[in-house]
């Protein structure tokens, strides 16, 4: 299909190896001999703690297996819709495993609409705010990483003391008066031996791919919401054109009953009947206008703008085209597809990880710290060797009793994990339950329009009839209103049934994912190694 394919499962945890502090030189080369000795200590526990650090706490994620279903419904889907011979009425074919193109939106052939979704992907405040969540999400795996590595802080202290006279000279000076200066550098590593760190990025790189589908998923729903607010946009303003056709037709058959009735041809009863009617007729547009303003404000705020700074673009049926073909993803592909069954996997790989993490949280803690201090009375004796001293010390934590709390602590990641795997679950369940609504909404709405074109043209024809037989003479009130009112509902009824084709292709695309793998701002998802998580060790010099 795709880059997606073949490795959209797969979440990479982790980057290359950094090169280490210890490398860079962290210690100052003038410290001599004694900052080596410190250096080798720390080499050698690097390494002596390397054959541990390849395990790690708790489960490996394994990605759940798709769904092993054949198919979307129960009965066979049909191979192409019902047709009407009317604007919006062509046939629709189904196509296996039809690839979603990026810009779906565009098989609709609307300039408008095509400018209106690049305005609201620029400017919509959630769209923005999903990307800047998975800007905060990414940033903490960085932080989160930095406990792969030793902590070095340094110090720089300076006072000066006076002491009585009547005392003996501080320090090695015969002046009352005694500077010292202290330089200090401290170093810090609690080797990951059981995995604790490494589990806690891997929770939290797992975060970031949830979040990333979060965006994934904001950008699907913004472009869908804009797709079906246009479209019902301009159903709304058919439905606003076929009403005011509807009252001009019963304006002209008002005007006509009171001529005749100005002849005594008819009784004032029957022109009261048709004043009801126009006027009833009139009382359904007002709403449809209060909709169509609402709509409208509805673009404008898709668009990231305020009402007073409305939209451009306008929407009418006319400037609509519906997809010849529509997609149907292979159910295998479909959960690799849709964004919010991808951020359920990775809220599921998340919970997966912080099990490793509760179970490490109870073994031994390895701290090893160094020190090394330089002091003198003048600045100038901080760098010669008589100055200086150090320190390396090491300690093992091991917690031996805390009243239970760590092994609760350990049961609640699994009852969350079972719980993120019901979650999931749900999850894929709607997935193929919206596809499959989606499904049978097409094939039943192109039935529905066909039915609605066929009853539009039977009641023009018969109003047709009537207006004739009225301009005869030959006039019976209660057929011009059944008449009047048939062919309105059906007007109506034959409108909304177009929009529905239009909205049906739109939920198909959302419900199948939208195509975001076809994007070129979407960079492809890299199989995740194992085995180059396990090997994440203390940091070591090549």
Request: glycine fraction near 4%; include cysteine; charge should be negative.
């Amino acid at each position: 299909m795709n880059r997606s394919r073949a490795a959209v499962k797969h979440v990479r945890l982790f980057a290359d190896t950094k090169k280490t502090s210890v490398e860079h030189g962290v210690f100052p080369a003038s410290a001599g001999a004694r900052v080596k000795v410190i250096r080798w200590a720390g080499l050698a526990v690097a390494f002596a703690c390397n054959p541990l650090a390849s395990c790690a706490m708790g489960p490996d994620f394994q990605p759940p297996p798709a769904p092993d279903v054949k198919g979307y419904t129960q009965e066979p889907l049909v191979h192409q819709t019902a047709s009407a011979l009317s604007r919006g009425g062509e046939t629709q074919r189904f196509v296996q495993d039809l690839d979603i193109p990026a810009k779906w939106w565009a098989t609709f052939h609307s300039r408008p609409l095509n400018n209106l979704i690049e305005d609201a992907l620029r400017h919509n405040p959630d769209l923005q705010a999903a990307q800047a969540a998975l800007r905060v999400a990414r940033e903490n795996v960085e932080a989160q990483k930095g406990a792969f590595y030793p902590q070095a802080s340094g110090n720089y202290n300076s006072y000066t003391q006076k002491v009585a006279a009547v005392v003996s000279p501080p320090g090695s000076t015969l002046s009352d008066y005694l500077t010292l200066h202290t330089l200090e550098l401290d170093v810090s590593y609690t080797p990951d031996v059981f995995g604790l760190v490494r589990r806690q990025v891997e929770s939290l790189e797992a975060q970031s791919q949830a979040q990333r589908f979060q965006v994934e998923a904001t950008f699907l729903t913004l472009t869908s919401n804009v797709v079906v607010a246009a479209i019902q946009e301009a159903s709304l303003r058919g439905q606003i054109d076929a009403t005011k056709k509807i009252i001009s037709v019963e304006t002209e058959l008002l005007n006509l009953l009171r001529l005749q009735k100005s002849f005594g041809h008819v009784a004032a009863a029957d022109v009261l009947a048709q004043e009801a009617a126009l006027a009833q007729a009139q009382q359904t547009l007002p709403p449809l206008e209060k909709q169509l303003a609402q709509q409208r404000d509805l673009l404008t705020a898709l668009a990231g703008r305020f009402p007073s700074d409305e939209v451009g673009e306008k929407f009418d049926l006319d400037s609509l085209h519906l997809a010849h073909e529509l997609p149907v993803s292979l159910p295998s592909n479909l959960v690799e597809q849709r964004p919010d069954v991808q951020a359920a996997e990775a809220s599921l790989h998340s919970a997966s990880a912080a099990i490793g993490v509760a179970i490490a949280n109870r073994l031994p803690v390895i701290n090893l710290t160094a020190n090394l201090a330089t002091s003198g009375t003048l600045f100038s004796q901080l760098f010669s060797p008589p100055a200086t001293a150090y320190l390396f010390a090491g300690s093992v934590t091991q917690t031996l009793f805390d009243g239970f709390t760590l092994y609760h602590k350990q049961k609640a990641a699994e009852a969350f994990y079972d719980e993120a795997e019901a979650q999931y679950r749900s999850t894929v369940i709607t997935a193929f339950q919206n596809v499959a609504d989606t499904l049978h909404a097409i094939e039943a709405d192109a039935r529905a329009f066909k039915a609605a074109v066929a009853a539009e043209k039977a009641a023009f024809k018969s109003l047709d009839i009537v207006r004739k037989q009225a301009h005869l003479g030959q006039l019976s009130t209660l057929a011009v209103l059944n008449a009047e009112q048939t062919y309105l509902q059906a007007l109506l009824t034959r409108v909304q049934a177009e929009a529905n084709r239009y909205a049906d292709t739109t939920a198909l695309f959302q419900a199948l994912g939208g195509g975001w793998w076809n994007r070129e701002d979407v960079p492809p998802k890299e199989p995740l190694d194992l085995a180059d998580v396990l090997r994440i060790t203390a940091p070591m010099p090549k």
